[in-house]
């Protein structure tokens, strides 16, 4: 079975916090790939380590087009070259051909260059297309690109180590995407990148970047990472992340320091015009604006540079961080106001792919969710818990603008309880425990839940701390506990067993084949390929119980992925982690590793 590259760590919209191994270490995404151009050193790579970068991208045509940079990567290998330990990606030339209309490589001739020198992340020469091309010349880029990804797929095994991204072209037009998308998906690259669609993306047209996107990342795997180049301002960081791309590559950061342009997670500013610089990194704490401007220009740039590299690998930093809360949302509803087109793209994103995007979208979270703006209501956890809110009874109500009329029983449930919303505060009235259990119910599992409290006693436990409802017990046995930070049933055994005899199948189910089934009986995580079959309605975060192929339980645990995602990840990834099991565990060194 060949070795996972890509991990999903954590969840937030349709991003991944994620762990992408490579032969020189492993990345935390998402992450800023920021570029070196070896024939405009303004930065070195050992100097963006020191300012905190994962990983570099550098051009290899350029390397291979050198004769004195191409023979010391070769001896020497990349990251010597580079001087730097990292995680090292290269460019095939793909930008030189879209800028000079050709490059002088074979494609499989530059490929073979950047495995030999060493590369930790490589690419097909691709054809990146501008939107103002007409279909034939699309049609023409499309072909050349796909037979470079067949080139490559028929000397794969010879390139083992270096991980490769194939990236689909079309420009704008969409079944030249869709069918570019689909062959190199059958291709089954390591990585996969999307384009910026080029001229667009300077006019600042994020819509056409956003269609783009989300044309290919519906096609490709989804277990895959998925790269999009050419993406380099801080303030679109937190949007395209939130879309679901894993990583970045840009040289903005540098000409924009050519320019004299200060950067911002919330904009651009030209040196000129500052009194004052708005950030505390080394370069802003040793100079003042006017100073800067009447330093030499070469320190002027070098120092611009550093400045915009700093605030790059800061805001991919918060932007993890936010994944990782689960605020990302709330973050790109403030970035995006940073200039009326990415809120406009933002608009486009949520009326246009809402459906994908809450195939993504964690069922629960940590944190509240604060209104934002108007476009709050549009976003997936809002649309998901509107059309769950409908299967959920309840005779006492309170009123909130994003949900409308709410039964008082999900007063403490996420999303309901722990919504912000201007002008209205918490409900006067406290649900009673029953009102509580049974709209819990309807709402996670679905009103055929309900059938466990028939002719049952019924008893909530509350917190001696802070008096909110914790254990949920029927006829005196465990039921379970609601989960303090969202309201929501985590269930146990007993429970679990009791749900099974009322809930269709496969209603909050995740079967597993029967050759696995006594593994996980014994509490070893659901693998993906022990994964028969999976309720649609599972989503990442979603509590589950597992069962084997006659329904019989074999434990409960949260899903990782969602139930669109199960059958394009690896094998090997997790897809439930396991929290209780019907068998005691087994002696690790009795463990049957062949499953």
């Not at 320019?259 to 704490?285: I, N, Q």
């Not at 006693?457 to 949920?472: F, N, Y």
């Amino acid at each position: 079975m060949p070795e996972i590259v890509f991990r999903v760590r954590a969840r937030d919209a349709s991003a991944r916090l994620g762990e992408l191994r490579t032969k020189s270490g492993t990345l935390k995404t998402p992450v800023f790939f920021p570029v070196f151009n070896p024939n405009k050193p303004y930065l070195s790579p050992r100097e963006m380590s020191e300012i905190g970068a994962q990983t570099v991208m550098t051009n290899a045509y350029i390397i291979y087009r050198t004769p004195r940079l191409r023979e010391r990567a070769l001896e020497e290998g990349i990251h010597s070259l580079l001087g730097f330990d990292g995680v090292v990606a290269t460019d095939s030339g793909a930008y030189q051909m879209y800028r000079y209309g050709d490059i002088e490589v074979a494609n499989l001739e530059i490929i073979r260059f950047q495995h030999e020198i060493g590369s930790d992340i490589g690419s097909i020469v691709d054809v990146p297309m501008a939107d103002d091309i007409d279909r034939q010349t699309a049609e023409k880029g499309v072909e050349i690109t796909l037979r470079h990804a067949r080139e490559w797929r028929e000397v794969r095994d010879s390139l083992r180590g270096t991980l490769w991204i194939g990236t689909p072209q079309g420009s704008v037009y969409g079944d030249l995407v869709e069918r570019a998308s689909k062959e190199m998906a059958s291709l089954d690259f390591d990585y996969y990148g999307v384009g910026s669609i080029k001229k667009s993306l300077e006019a600042y047209d994020y819509v056409t970047q956003v269609d783009h996107f989300l044309t290919v990342r519906r096609l490709i795997p989804r277990g895959k990472p998925v790269h999009f180049w050419g993406i380099g301002h801080p303030s679109t960081f937190a949007l395209f992340a939130a879309m679901g791309a894993d990583s970045f590559d840009s040289a903005a950061y540098a000409l924009f320091a050519e320019d004299g342009r200060y950067m911002t997670p919330l904009g651009t500013m030209e040196l000129s015009d500052m009194e004052e610089f708005p950030c505390s990194c080394p370069v802003c704490r040793s100079y003042t604006p006017r100073e800067l401007m009447s330093a030499p220009r070469s320190e002027r740039v070098r120092a611009l540079a550093a400045h915009n590299l700093h605030v790059s690998i800061q805001e991919m930093k918060l932007v993890r961080e936010a994944i990782r809360g689960g605020w990302l949302w709330e973050l790109v509803q403030e970035r995006v106001r940073a200039h009326p087109r990415l809120l406009e793209a933002l608009l486009r994103l949520l009326e246009r792919y809402g459906d994908y995007l809450e195939e993504n979208e964690p069922f629960s979270k940590r944190s509240g969710l604060f209104y934002s703006g108007p476009e709050t209501a549009m976003r997936p956890e809002i649309r998901r818990a509107l059309r769950l809110l409908e299967r959920v009874k309840g005779d006492r109500t309170y009123e909130n603008p994003l949900f409308g009329r709410i039964p008082l029983g999900l007063r403490y449930t996420y999303p309901f309880g722990h919504v912000m919303t201007p002008g209205f505060g918490e409900p006067l009235e406290e649900p009673t425990d029953l009102e509580i259990v049974e709209a819990v119910l309807s709402y996670q599992f679905g009103p055929e839940a309900l059938s466990v409290l028939e002719g049952r006693e019924l008893a909530v436990l509350r917190s001696k701390r802070t008096g909110m409802p914790r254990d949920i017990l029927i006829d005196g046995e465990r039921f379970g506990f609601l989960r303090p930070y969202d309201g929501l049933v985590v269930l146990s055994l007993d429970g679990a067993r009791k749900l099974l005899e009322c809930l269709p199948r496969p209603s909050s189910r995740v079967v597993v084949y029967d050759r696995y089934a006594e593994t996980v009986a014994r509490g070893t995580s659901v693998f993906v390929r022990f994964v028969r079959d999976v309720d649609p309605a599972v989503r990442p975060g979603s509590e589950v119980i597992v069962v084997d192929e006659s329904d019989g339980l074999l434990a409960t645990g949260r899903a990782i992925l969602s139930a669109a995602e199960v059958k394009e990840f690896p094998d090997s990834h997790v897809f439930v982690r396991v929290r209780h099991h019907v068998l005691p565990r087994q002696n690790p060194s009795t463990i049957d590793r062949s499953t």
